[in-house]
């Protein structure tokens, strides 16, 4: 049997429609030689594909872009001089993450992309709707129930796209005669862009049954938040499966701003032919270089215990948004600790987390 001397692979990474790459332009094109006493070439693609995949949202979440495409050509030579060229792929991709207790490459979920089964939301609001990220297609989510609290069906719907085959993709390993593919941001292999469905929950809906492609089905359950005299308001994040995720903060917020300054002390003298005198309305400190941040405190309310992870998660996201005043606005979780809360602990579980703004209060774009 032939053995593998040496590979080149052509990467191609980009957004918008899948097949509307440059096929005579790979972005990359990476060449490695078998490495003495090793049986495989191992091309590490995680990070190159980590930095097309950024994630733009404007509060329209059938427009949100959170993922990139990614295929590949696979050149391999062997040490009878022969060539194969024949390996192709292609993969959609998420900004996610495992943890480090998961191992090397972890699988993500494949079905429901948030890690929480208790979503509260703002049911007094009638503009508000409830979006819940799925995976469609071969082992993933195909329908989708939604329930009322007397258990009655209100909607049923397929989700179904087309056939998909999960696999993983931050190290490819290749053999002379098998290929392998693994990850720590999981990978799905498809025909078709459509791979991920935002739901939209009907209204009314308690419970939502989303049965997947193995015959199991997976439930949610959702929550109105408690009416206070608080505003609520909702804040969105990338989560760790790399999709955006919406989280509800509906008791006290605090806001506070901090401001930084330099000053210059200037000379006020009012000098004429006749006298030398200054005014008692200039300012002789005056200050410049006025930056303003403002910042936030949030506090969730009563939740449950399985918001221990998605808090976690809010906490180590790369993206955030708060939506208010009618606008989406960027903004950073400044709180650095995390303290896990259970119901036996703490009774009622309530979250605070402070923010930034990711922007200063004086525009100073130019």
């Given at each position: ?135 469609t297609g071969s ?111 509906d008791k006290k ?63 180590l996201t790369e ?48």
């Open positions: 049997m032939a053995n593998i001397v040496n590979a080149t692979l052509n990467l191609w990474i980009y957004t918008g429609d899948f097949g509307g790459k440059d096929a005579d332009n790979p972005d990359y094109i990476i060449y490695k030689e078998k490495k003495v006493n090793e049986d495989i070439i191992v091309f590490e693609i995680g990070e190159l594909v980590r930095d097309y995949t950024e994630v733009l949202f404007t509060g329209d979440y059938d427009s949100i872009q959170q993922s990139a495409w990614a295929e590949w050509q696979m050149i391999r030579t062997y040490d009878d001089d022969t060539v194969d060229d024949t390996l192709v792929g292609s993969a959609i991709a998420f900004n996610g993450y495992g943890y480090f207790e998961d191992g090397i490459n972890p699988q993500l979920s494949n079905d429901v992309l948030i890690s929480n089964t208790t979503i509260f939301h703002n049911c007094n609001s009638a503009t508000e709707k409830i979006h819940i990220p799925l995976l082992g993933g989510a195909t329908e989708v129930t939604y329930l009322d609290e007397y258990d009655v069906v209100i909607r049923r719907e397929t989700v179904t796209k087309e056939t998909i085959t999960k696999i993983t993709a931050d190290t490819t390993d290749y053999t002379a005669d098998i290929t392998s593919l693994t990850a720590d941001t999981y990978y799905l292999k498809t025909v078709s862009s459509e791979v991920t469905e935002e739901i939209e929950v009907p209204e009314n809906t308690s419970t939502i049954e989303i049965l997947l492609a193995d015959g199991t089905v997976k439930t949610l359950y959702i929550r109105c938040i408690d009416c206070s005299k608080y505003d609520p308001y909702k804040v969105s994040f990338l989560n760790k499966f790399g999709v955006v995720q919406d989280l509800w903060f917020r605090t806001d506070n701003l901090d401001v930084a300054k330099d000053s210059y002390k200037r000379n006020i003298l009012d000098i004429s032919s006749t006298s030398v005198n200054y005014s008692l309305n200039k300012a002789s400190m005056n200050p410049h270089n006025v930056i303003g941040n403002k910042r936030l405190i949030l506090n969730t309310g009563f939740v449950t215990e399985d918001h221990n992870e998605v808090i976690q998660q809010l906490m993206s955030a948004w708060i939506h208010e005043e009618g606008l989406v606005k960027p903004i950073v979780p400044k709180t650095t600790s995390f303290t896990d809360k259970t119901e036996v602990n703490d009774k009622l579980i309530n979250f605070t987390v402070e923010f930034d703004y990711a922007f200063d209060t004086i525009n100073n774009i130019r």
